[in-house]
C-alpha cells in the first residue's frame, strides 16, 4: 500500500510539471502568424514564477478558505520522503487543483458506428465526434460537428459531466484514453482516432505512445455521416427554397422532425373539408393458397377515405376459421400501384390508387396479395354513379358476407344458463364470465353511490337466543347505503376474555332461502338479520339512522309517526288506553319513563313492533326519558277509527305538495259542479219554453173549435125549424081533420123549442150586457113591428 501511494505521488508531481509545460508551449504557440508558421523570439520562454502576489484576487479567497487551509495541514502532515523540496516561490503541489489546472482541456477526434434500420440505402452510419477532457475536474463531453443538409439532430451529443466506467469502478480519467483506441460510454463504443498538438505533448511528456488513424469512410457515399441517392442526375430532387439537392432519407428525418413535405396545402385542405367522413366500402376476397395447394377464399373489406385518398384493409373474422382474430390487413395509408414494399421511402412520382381504379370485378394488389373486388354497399353505388358516371350495381359478382354485415336485432338471443355461485369473489364478477368471454366489470348505480357517499346506518345488536357468555355479547351492524353492504364489528370488553374487533367483512349478505340481498328497508329496530346460519337482532340505531329513517319514511314506515297513530286508532279504543297508561302514572302530570310506556303500549295487543314503540318515544319525547302520554291519546281520539291505508301517511306527510295537489283537486270538483247547475238551469228554460208553447196552441185551437161549433149549431137549428112547418103543413093537408091533433102537438113542441132558444138568447144578451155595460138605445120606429 505505501508503494501505491508513494507511486501516485510521483504520478501527481508529473503531471502537475507537465501542465506548467503545456502552459508555457500554448504561449509559444499563440504567438504564431496569420499564415500559421512559427514566430521565433529573441529568448527562449521562460516559465514565469508562480508567487502568491500573482495570484488573481478570487483565488486569495479560496487560499483563504478553511478547506485550504486543512489541505495545507494535510500537506504538512505527510512524511518528510514524501515532501518536495521548498522553492523559492509557491510550488504547484500547494495549490489546488481546480486552480493549477483551470482551461485545461484535452481534445480528442473520434468517431463511432450507428446501426440504420429506416433507409434502405445503408445498413450503418459513421459519425464524427470530438471529445473535451476538462482536468480540472475529470468532467469530459462529446460534440458532434454540425454538417449543412445531414438529416441528422447535431451538435452536442453528451454533456458535460463525470462519466462513470464500464464495470462501475469509477469515472473515466485522461489515463483510460489512448490515441488510437476504443472507449466505451455508456455501450456505445468510440474510436479515438487523434488528438491536437496539445494534447500530444501532454501524452508524451507522461511516456504515453500517441498515434494517429484515419475516419473510415464508405466508397458509396461523399461523406461519412450521412447517405446519397444513387439516382441519376435527372432523377435528383432540388429543395424549392435553397436550390440543394434532396434524398428520401432527409425527407424522412424532416417529417419526423415536423416538416410538411406536402407543397400545395390549400388544395389538400380543400379536398380534406369537401370529403370528411365519407368513406367508399368494397368487399372483395383474397384467394389463399396454402403450403398443401389447397385455395381458400377468405373476405376482406376495403375502405377508402376520400379525404386524403388513403386505403385501408380490414380482415373479416369468421367463426371457427382456426385463425386468431386480427384487427386488419393494411393499417390506413396511401396504397401505391403495383405493390412495391413497405418499407419503400415514398417519392412525388410515384403512383397511388385512387377511386377510379377500384371497380367491380377488378383486382387490387396490396403489396403482393391480389384482392378481388365482389361488391359495394349503397352509398359507394350511388357515389360513383354521380362522380364518375358509373353503376356498380350491373357488376356486382357477389353478396357481402354475411359476417360484414350488420347482425339482425330481431334474431331471438339465447337465454344463457348461469350457474351457482361458488364462494369465490363477488356473484357480480363471477356472473360476468358466464356473460362474455371478455368479461367487463359490473355497472353498478352511480346515481345512488353520488347520493349517498359516505352514509351508513349504524345498529346495536344481539345474538337471538344467546346463552352463557353470547348473552352479554355486543356488536354493531353497519349498512353503507352507497353500496348496500353490511359489515359486522364487536367492540372489545376487558376482561371478558374475547378478543373482540372485526366480525365480518364488508360484504352484500343474502336474505334466507332467497336470492335478493338485505336492503335498507330489511333493517329497523326489532329485526331479525341472520348472516350465515348468526341470527342477530337489532335492538338499538345512532341518531344519524333514526334521523334518515324517519326522512325516509316511504322506505321505513315504522318510523313515521301518523302511520303508527293510526294504527293505534284502528286497532283499540283510546278509552281502555287511556286507563292503562293512567294507572302507571303515579305524579298524574301525564308523562311516563319510555321502558315504562313502551312495556304497557306492547302489552295492550296493539300489534306494535320495537321501531313503532321507538317512534312513538320520540314523537311525544317530553325530555329526561319522558313520554308525553297525554299528547299521543289527543292525537289518537282526533282521528275517526279507519282502516289503516299505507299511503295515508304520504299524503297527509306531502307537505306543501299533498297541499297543493288536495287543492287542485278541489277547485277540479267545484268547477264540475258548476258546469253541471249550468247544464241544469239550461233545461229547465227550455222545458218552460215548451210548457208556454203548448198552451198557446191549445188555447188557440179550443177557440176556433168554440166558434165552428156555434155557427153549425145555428145554422142546424133554422133548417131543422123550416123543416119541421113544412112537414107540419104537408101532414095537416094530408091527414084531413083527423091528423090535426098530431099537427097541434107538433107546433107546441116547435114553440117550446122556440121559447127555449130565445130565453137562452136572452141570457146571453144579458151576460155581454152585464160585461159591455149599458148600450144605447135605438129611437122608437113609427113603423110597427112584423109578425
Given at each position: 500500500m505505501e508503494e501505491e501511494r508513494r507511486a501516485s505521488e510521483r504520478e501527481g508531481n508529473e503531471v502537475s510539471s507537465n501542465v506548467s509545460r503545456l502552459h508555457e508551449q500554448r504561449q509559444v504557440f499563440s504567438s504564431r502568424g496569420s499564415a500559421g508558421r512559427f514566430r521565433p523570439h529573441s529568448a527562449p520562454a521562460q516559465r514565469a514564477p508562480v508567487t502568491f502576489d500573482s495570484i488573481p484576487a478570487w483565488a486569495k479567497d479560496q487560499l483563504a478558505s478553511p478547506s485550504f487551509a486543512k489541505t495545507v495541514e494535510n500537506q504538512k502532515a505527510r512524511p518528510a520522503s514524501a515532501k518536495q523540496q521548498q522553492p523559492s516561490v509557491l510550488p504547484l503541489s500547494k495549490i489546488p487543483k481546480w486552480i493549477s489546472l483551470d482551461n485545461k482541456v484535452l481534445t480528442f477526434e473520434a468517431f463511432f458506428r450507428e446501426s440504420v434500420e429506416d433507409s434502405p440505402l445503408e445498413r450503418s452510419r459513421v459519425r464524427r465526434c470530438v471529445l473535451h477532457y476538462f482536468l480540472e475536474d475529470d468532467t469530459m463531453r462529446i460534440l458532434e460537428p454540425r454538417e449543412e443538409n445531414c438529416g441528422l439532430l447535431q451538435g452536442s451529443f453528451l454533456k458535460r459531466h463525470k462519466i462513470p466506467k464500464q464495470g462501475g469502478e469509477g469515472p473515466l480519467t485522461w489515463r483510460d484514453i489512448r490515441v488510437p483506441g476504443d472507449l466505451s460510454i455508456y455501450q456505445r463504443v468510440f474510436r479515438i482516432t487523434k488528438c491536437d498538438q496539445l494534447t500530444r505533448q501532454f501524452y508524451e511528456d507522461l511516456g504515453y505512445a500517441?498515434?494517429?488513424?484515419?475516419?473510415?469512410?464508405?466508397?458509396?457515399?461523399?461523406?461519412?455521416?450521412?447517405?446519397?441517392?444513387?439516382?441519376?442526375?435527372?432523377?435528383?430532387?432540388?429543395?424549392?427554397?435553397?436550390?440543394?439537392?434532396?434524398?428520401?432519407?432527409?425527407?424522412?428525418?424532416?417529417?419526423?422532425?415536423?416538416?410538411?413535405?406536402?407543397?400545395?396545402?390549400?388544395?389538400?385542405?380543400?379536398?380534406?373539408?369537401?370529403?370528411?367522413?365519407?368513406?367508399?366500402?368494397?368487399?372483395?376476397?383474397?384467394?389463399?393458397?396454402?403450403?398443401?395447394?389447397?385455395?381458400?377464399?377468405?373476405?376482406?373489406?376495403?375502405?377508402?377515405?376520400?379525404?386524403?385518398?388513403?386505403?385501408?384493409?380490414?380482415?373479416?373474422?369468421?367463426?371457427?376459421?382456426?385463425?386468431?382474430?386480427?384487427?386488419?390487413?393494411?393499417?390506413?395509408?396511401?396504397?401505391?400501384?403495383?405493390?412495391?414494399?413497405?418499407?419503400?421511402?415514398?417519392?412525388?412520382?410515384?403512383?397511388?390508387?385512387?377511386?377510379?381504379?377500384?371497380?367491380?370485378?377488378?383486382?387490387?394488389?396490396?403489396?403482393?396479395?391480389?384482392?378481388?373486388?365482389?361488391?359495394?354497399?349503397?352509398?359507394?353505388?350511388?357515389?360513383?354513379?354521380?362522380?364518375?358516371?358509373?353503376?356498380?350495381?350491373?357488376?356486382?359478382?357477389?353478396?357481402?358476407?354475411?359476417?360484414?354485415?350488420?347482425?339482425?336485432?330481431?334474431?331471438?338471443?339465447?337465454?344463457?344458463?348461469?350457474?351457482?355461485?361458488?364462494?369465490?369473489?363477488?356473484?357480480?364478477?363471477?356472473?360476468?364470465?358466464?356473460?362474455?368471454?371478455?368479461?367487463?366489470?359490473?355497472?353498478?348505480?352511480?346515481?345512488?353511490?353520488?347520493?349517498?357517499?359516505?352514509?351508513?346506518?349504524?345498529?346495536?345488536?344481539?345474538?337471538?337466543?344467546?346463552?352463557?357468555?353470547?348473552?352479554?355479547?355486543?356488536?354493531?351492524?353497519?349498512?353503507?347505503?352507497?353500496?348496500?353492504?353490511?359489515?359486522?364489528?364487536?367492540?372489545?370488553?376487558?376482561?371478558?376474555?374475547?378478543?373482540?374487533?372485526?366480525?365480518?367483512?364488508?360484504?352484500?349478505?343474502?336474505?334466507?332461502?332467497?336470492?335478493?340481498?338485505?336492503?335498507?328497508?330489511?333493517?329497523?329496530?326489532?329485526?331479525?338479520?341472520?348472516?350465515?346460519?348468526?341470527?342477530?337482532?337489532?335492538?338499538?340505531?345512532?341518531?344519524?339512522?333514526?334521523?334518515?329513517?324517519?326522512?325516509?319514511?316511504?322506505?321505513?314506515?315504522?318510523?313515521?309517526?301518523?302511520?303508527?297513530?293510526?294504527?293505534?286508532?284502528?286497532?283499540?279504543?283510546?278509552?281502555?288506553?287511556?286507563?292503562?297508561?293512567?294507572?302507571?302514572?303515579?305524579?298524574?302530570?301525564?308523562?311516563?319513563?319510555?321502558?315504562?310506556?313502551?312495556?304497557?303500549?306492547?302489552?295492550?295487543?296493539?300489534?306494535?313492533?320495537?321501531?313503532?314503540?321507538?317512534?312513538?318515544?320520540?314523537?311525544?319525547?317530553?325530555?329526561?326519558?319522558?313520554?308525553?302520554?297525554?299528547?299521543?291519546?289527543?292525537?289518537?281520539?282526533?282521528?275517526?277509527?279507519?282502516a289503516f291505508d299505507p299511503a295515508s301517511s304520504r299524503r297527509e306527510g306531502g307537505g306543501y305538495e299533498a297541499a297543493h295537489a288536495n287543492l287542485q283537486v278541489t277547485l277540479l270538483l267545484l268547477l264540475l259542479l258548476l258546469l253541471l247547475l249550468l247544464l241544469l238551469l239550461l233545461l229547465l228554460l227550455l222545458l218552460l219554453l215548451l210548457y208556454t208553447l203548448l198552451v198557446c196552441c191549445s188555447a188557440c185551437a179550443a177557440s176556433d173549435g168554440w166558434a165552428a161549433a156555434a155557427v153549425s149549431s145555428r145554422s142546424v137549428g133554422a133548417a131543422g125549424a123550416g123543416a119541421s112547418d113544412v112537414a107540419h103543413l104537408e101532414g095537416n093537408e094530408a091527414t084531413g081533420p083527423g091528423g090535426s091533433q098530431h099537427g097541434d102537438g107538433l107546433l107546441r113542441d116547435q114553440h117550446g123549442s122556440r121559447r127555449a132558444r130565445g130565453n137562452l138568447s136572452q141570457t146571453r144578451g144579458r151576460r155581454s150586457r152585464a160585461v159591455r155595460g149599458p148600450q144605447p138605445q135605438p129611437p122608437p120606429s113609427s113603423h110597427p113591428p112584423p109578425t
Open positions: 500517441v498515434g494517429e488513424e484515419e475516419v473510415p469512410v464508405d466508397p458509396k457515399f461523399s461523406r461519412p455521416s450521412s447517405a446519397k441517392s444513387s439516382t441519376s442526375v435527372k432523377e435528383v430532387k432540388m429543395d424549392m427554397y435553397h436550390g440543394r439537392q434532396r434524398n428520401d432519407m432527409t425527407e424522412y428525418i424532416e417529417a419526423k422532425l415536423g416538416k410538411c413535405q406536402v407543397q400545395d396545402k390549400k388544395q389538400l385542405i380543400t379536398q380534406y373539408l369537401r370529403n370528411d367522413r365519407k368513406v367508399l366500402r368494397f368487399y372483395c376476397h383474397w384467394n389463399d393458397r396454402s403450403n398443401d395447394g389447397a385455395m381458400e377464399r377468405r373476405p376482406f373489406v376495403l375502405h377508402y377515405f376520400l379525404a386524403d385518398d388513403t386505403v385501408e384493409v380490414l380482415e373479416v373474422n369468421t367463426p371457427n376459421s382456426g385463425r386468431d382474430p386480427f384487427p386488419a390487413l393494411l393499417k390506413r395509408m396511401k396504397l401505391p400501384k403495383g405493390g412495391g414494399s413497405s418499407g419503400m421511402m415514398g417519392g412525388d412520382g410515384r403512383k397511388y390508387v385512387t377511386e377510379r381504379d377500384l371497380q367491380i370485378g377488378g383486382v387490387v394488389n396490396v403489396f403482393g396479395r391480389q384482392l378481388v373486388l365482389d361488391s359495394c354497399d349503397e352509398a359507394t353505388r350511388d357515389h360513383m354513379k354521380q362522380q364518375h358516371g358509373v353503376d356498380l350495381s350491373r357488376y356486382t359478382l357477389s353478396s357481402a358476407p354475411s359476417s360484414a354485415l350488420p347482425r339482425s336485432r330481431d334474431r331471438p338471443k339465447s337465454a344463457s344458463h348461469i350457474p351457482p355461485h361458488n364462494g369465490f369473489g363477488k356473484e357480480e364478477d363471477s356472473r360476468q364470465n358466464c356473460l362474455s368471454l371478455h368479461p367487463k366489470p359490473p355497472k353498478g348505480n352511480v346515481t345512488r353511490l353520488l347520493e349517498n357517499k359516505g352514509k351508513m346506518l349504524r345498529f346495536v345488536a344481539k345474538l337471538e337466543n344467546a346463552v352463557g357468555f353470547d348473552i352479554e355479547r355486543v356488536f354493531t351492524v353497519t349498512y353503507f347505503l352507497d353500496t348496500d353492504e353490511l359489515s359486522i364489528f364487536e367492540p372489545p370488553v376487558k376482561n371478558s376474555g374475547r378478543t373482540g374487533g372485526k366480525f365480518m367483512e364488508r360484504c352484500r349478505v343474502r336474505k334466507p332461502h332467497s336470492s335478493l340481498y338485505y336492503s335498507e328497508a330489511d333493517l329497523f329496530l326489532g329485526a331479525r338479520v341472520l348472516v350465515y346460519s348468526r341470527a342477530f337482532v337489532l335492538v338499538d340505531a345512532d341518531e344519524f339512522s333514526l334521523k334518515y329513517m324517519e326522512d325516509n319514511s316511504d322506505v321505513f314506515p315504522s318510523s313515521d309517526p301518523r302511520r303508527v297513530l293510526a294504527k293505534i286508532s284502528s286497532s283499540s279504543p283510546s278509552s281502555s288506553l287511556d286507563v292503562s297508561l293512567r294507572q302507571l302514572d303515579r305524579v298524574g302530570r301525564g308523562q311516563l319513563e319510555v321502558a315504562t310506556f313502551k312495556r304497557v303500549m306492547a302489552a295492550a295487543g296493539l300489534g306494535l313492533n320495537d321501531h313503532e314503540l321507538h317512534t312513538l318515544s320520540r314523537r311525544f319525547s317530553a325530555g329526561d326519558q319522558l313520554v308525553d302520554y297525554e299528547a299521543m291519546l289527543r292525537e289518537v281520539q282526533q282521528r275517526e277509527p279507519q
